[in-house]
């Protein structure tokens, strides 16, 4: 098998970039704040979910998508419904997968695209080219035949450029080669995406919950036209500028989103928090004892709601929150 080198260059642009990034990432670890926020977590992950399958032109909106997830019944086309499902289950992976392994990203394509798609799981068997919303062929991709050789040779490139090619620009370059190679017969943007996060979140365990496609959903022309850029000029160069501007931009927002949440996560509740343990529930009045304190009226104002809607203690009977008998649980 040949090395095969992916062309790309590096630009200032992308230095710049990566600088900028280093910094949010460094302030974001200073935070420490996503332990502490798991609704913000969860509304991050839904983000992403929602907005790779709606670049892909599904219809249904956030909140469908956070319903479905939920395990409530939402009406809409099956198919949609089972795309939700699917990414639900192929983004709990991100952490479980090789990043290396081509074993185990057939297995994540199986996931996204179980009971949607043919071929699911496997590489494409026939011919594929990507249209334009004309129905022109901007992308004759490579036969089925190179297909796992291609694939073979980009996998041992990230394998063999870790630590020497930024995790940044390499994740880039795949998430392009990738999208270039087309090595499903559908599902391989979602893929892409999805993949991009493994090697980021292997990297800096915050991008498992940085929703990057959703910032690419707001620029998809720009995605797109990035893609088909880079195929005409034969490099992945404008392509990996476009993603570290949106890998900036989307930590800029969630560097935003944390801070205003944190405020809300005052003193009273990491002092309420820190009287109680993981899964064992207690009673209004035993959590007030611990706290020495007296008034229900101001317990409840400033540690037991805040911590109930910031999503860090949960009730033992939530259908009923005014029970006498109800207690309440660190998660």
């Excluded at 200073?30 to 509304?43: A, Q």
């Excluded at 694939?151 to 880039?172: A, T, Y």
């Excluded at 509740?269 to 820190?274: G, I, Y």
């Excluded at 009287?275 to 009226?297: C, D, H, Q, Y």
Aim: charged content about 25%; glycine content about 4%.
């Amino acid at each position: 098998m040949n090395n095969y080198i992916p062309p790309f260059d590096i630009t200032n642009i992308m230095l710049d970039r990566i600088s900028s990034i280093m910094k949010k990432i460094g302030k974001l670890d200073n935070y420490k704040d996503l332990n502490k926020m798991p609704v913000l977590r969860r509304n991050n992950r839904i983000c992403s979910i929602h907005s790779s399958l709606a670049i892909e032109a599904n219809s249904l909106s956030f909140n469908q998508v956070k319903d479905i997830i939920d395990g409530k019944k939402v009406i809409g086309p099956q198919n949609e419904i089972q795309e939700v499902k699917n990414a639900y289950e192929a983004y709990k992976l991100i952490k479980e997968v090789n990043q290396y392994s081509l074993k185990d990203l057939k297995k994540v394509h199986g996931v996204m695209t179980y009971l949607t798609v043919d071929e699911s799981g496997n590489f494409r068997k026939g011919n594929e080219g990507v249209f334009d919303e004309n129905g022109n062929c901007i992308h004759v991709c490579p036969s089925p035949e190179q297909v796992d050789e291609l694939m073979e040779q980009l996998f041992k490139w990230i394998k063999d450029n870790n630590g020497i090619v930024h995790p940044l620009i390499l994740s880039s370059v795949f998430h392009y080669e990738f999208v270039f190679i087309h090595p499903f017969k559908d599902g391989n943007g979602r893929i892409a995406r999805l993949w991009q996060n493994v090697l980021l979140s292997n990297w800096e365990e915050i991008f498992e919950y940085v929703p990057i496609e959703s910032q690419i959903k707001k620029y998809q022309e720009e995605y797109y036209s990035a893609i088909a850029n880079c195929n005409h000029n034969g490099n992945s160069t404008e392509f990996i500028e476009f993603m570290l501007k949106m890998i900036d931009e989307i930590l800029e927002d969630l560097m935003n989103s944390t801070s205003v949440q944190a405020n809300h996560v005052s003193s009273y509740v990491n002092k309420l928090l820190d009287f109680m343990e993981p899964g064992v529930a207690m009673t209004t009045s035993e959590l007030m004892r611990k706290l020495n304190m007296k008034s229900r009226i101001s317990f409840r104002k400033n540690y037991l709601t805040p911590a109930l809607e910031n999503g860090l203690i949960k009730m033992t009977n939530p259908d009923k929150p005014t029970s006498k008998n109800q207690m309440y649980y660190k998660v």
